[in-house]
C-alpha cells in the first residue's frame, strides 16, 4: 500500500477498525510483538497518517486518517514521486532505455493501491468492471460526473457496451447516487435494466465514483484537469469500503 511495510499496513488498518486505540489495545489487536508495534505507530506518525494525543503524562493514543484524508495523502505521494522520477528520467541519460511502461505494468497487478492518472486510464478502467464482478456490480458516487470528465454520457458507445456485458452475464447492479436529471433518468430505468438505483442528497463521495468489483475497488476521482483512478486490492481494505456500502444499504438508506 503505496511504499507502507506490511506490518505498518497491518496496524493501520487495525486502527481503521478501532478507531482510536492504545498501543496496549493495539499491540493486542495486531497481534505484534511489542517492538515491531512502537517502531511502526512511530513510522505510521512520522509520515502523517497516524495523530497522537495525550492523554496523561505516560500514556497517548492514536487515531487514523479517514479514508477520504488517507486517499487524498496517497495521491500526493504518488504525484511526488511521479515528480521525482521524470526529473531522473531528466538526468540519467541511462533511464530513457529503460522501458518504463513495461516495468510498470510488471509491477502493477502486485500493488495493493496503484494510481492511473489521464482521460485513458479513466474510461479504460471504467470499461474492464463487468469483466471482474461476478453476478453483481455495486457502485456509488455521482455517475454524472464521471461521465463529465470521461466524455460520456448515458446513451454513449461504451456505455451501452459496459450494460450489454452486465445483461449478457445476467449481472445486477446496486447503485447509490445523487440527484440530477441524468441520474433520475436512468433511475426510471431499472427494473428493465436490473438495476437498483437509490438516490440521495448526501453521500460519502458525492463528487467522484466508486465502482466495486469482488475483490478490487475503483475511485475514480472526477478532476477535470486531473483525472485519475485509484485501483485497490488490499483485501482488509476493500472489505472497509464493502462494509460502508452494505451497512448502508441494510440501513434503507436512499429507500
Not at 58 to 63: G, H, R
Not at 86 to 102: F, G, I, K, N, T
Request: some cysteine; charged content about 30%; overall charge neutral.
Amino acid at each position: 500500500m503505496a511504499g507502507l511495510r506490511d506490518e505498518e499496513v497491518t496496524l493501520y488498518l487495525h486502527l481503521l477498525k478501532l478507531r482510536r486505540a492504545s498501543m496496549t489495545e493495539l499491540i493486542a489487536e495486531s497481534k505484534l510483538n511489542i517492538m515491531t508495534a512502537y517502531r511502526t505507530i512511530k513510522r505510521l506518525t512520522e509520515r502523517g497518517l497516524v495523530q497522537s494525543f495525550s492523554i496523561n503524562q505516560k500514556q497517548s493514543v492514536y487515531a487514523p486518517l479517514t479514508l477520504k484524508a488517507l486517499i487524498h495523502k496517497l495521491d500526493q505521494e504518488q504525484r511526488s514521486l511521479r515528480k521525482v522520477q521524470l526529473a531522473l528520467q531528466d538526468l540519467d541519460h541511462l533511464l530513457p532505455y529503460v522501458d518504463l511502461e513495461r516495468e510498470a505494468k510488471k509491477d502493477s497487478n502486485n500493488e495493493l493501491i496503484e494510481l492511473r492518472e489521464g482521460v485513458d486510464a479513466f474510461r479504460e478502467e471504467y470499461l474492464k468492471i463487468p469483466d471482474l464482478c461476478d453476478d453483481e456490480f455495486l457502485c456509488m458516487g455521482s455517475m454524472q460526473n464521471y461521465w463529465n470528465v470521461a466524455g460520456m454520457s448515458d446513451e454513449a458507445p461504451e456505455e451501452l457496451a459496459f450494460r450489454h456485458k452486465r445483461f449478457s452475464r445476467k449481472m445486477f447492479c446496486r447503485v447509490f447516487n445523487t440527484h440530477s436529471p441524468e441520474s433520475e433518468g436512468f433511475a426510471k430505468r431499472d427494473r428493465q435494466e436490473l438495476r437498483t438505483t437509490r438516490l440521495i442528497d448526501s453521500i460519502p463521495v458525492a463528487k467522484d465514483y466508486l465502482g466495486y468489483t469482488k475483490d478490487h475497488v475503483r475511485h475514480f476521482i472526477c478532476d477535470p484537469q486531473h483525472p485519475r483512478v485509484l485501483i485497490i486490492r488490499h483485501p482488509e481494505l476493500v472489505a472497509l469500503y464493502r462494509d460502508q456500502f452494505e451497512r448502508m444499504w441494510n440501513a434503507g438508506v436512499g429507500a
